[in-house]
């Protein structure tokens, strides 16, 4: 996700690809690392692990160590991070509407 | 601009950093190329080329080359392109509201 609003401000990096993704994948509650891997098809544990330090360093999610034995981590949408779901929900519903239209012109431009 | 709606599809790349500037610089209506390079301060005549180009294929902007000395090109918003700004605005509000709070964390974080 972006921040372009204004043409003259350089433009900000909210986050890389899997962000939204992740925002999703924490609407309805706390997950913990294994439970994102899931649903988070082709996210390299690496990549995933990165990811999430770069939310929780934009304060977008919140990491939670329990002390049990096995160690749980659960990670959860900051209340900055719920804000998000609503522009993120325009762009899906904008996705569900023209994604196809931006793929046939991709498509046919080959 | 990145559409992630649902966790299982992999991201598809709508843009790049600069797609979202261009079409709030294009939402007004036609620009040539060098009215879009005073807004954009801070890219390259490379850059902006390569990123209209993709904008192009992808049915999000229509070029338009007039038969005139000297040449004269003009890029504009397609009716596929339109349909990006009201998401965009969403986008756009939640910046104006929260993004200072990102901003914060990321610094506070370093």
Chains 1, 2 share one sequence.
Not at 19 to 32: D, E, F, Q, Y
Not at 41 to 56: D, F, H
Not at 83 to 103: G, I, Q
Request: glycine share 6%; with cysteine.
């Amino acid at each position: 996700m972006f921040s372009g609003c204004s043409a003259e401000n350089p433009p900000i990096r909210i986050g890389d690809k899997w962000t939204s993704k992740i925002i999703v994948c924490l609407k309805s509650g706390p997950r913990r690392f294994s439970e994102l891997q899931v649903p988070l098809r082709g996210v390299t544990p690496k990549v995933l692990t990165a990811t999430l330090r770069a939310m929780e360093r934009d304060g977008l999610v919140t990491r939670t160590a329990y002390p049990e034995i096995p160690p749980r981590v659960e990670y959860e949408l900051s209340p900055l991070g719920r804000t998000l779901l609503e522009p993120m929900a325009a762009m899906c519903a904008w996705s569900r509407a023209h994604l196809h239209e931006l793929l046939d012109a991709r498509e046919s431009a080959l």
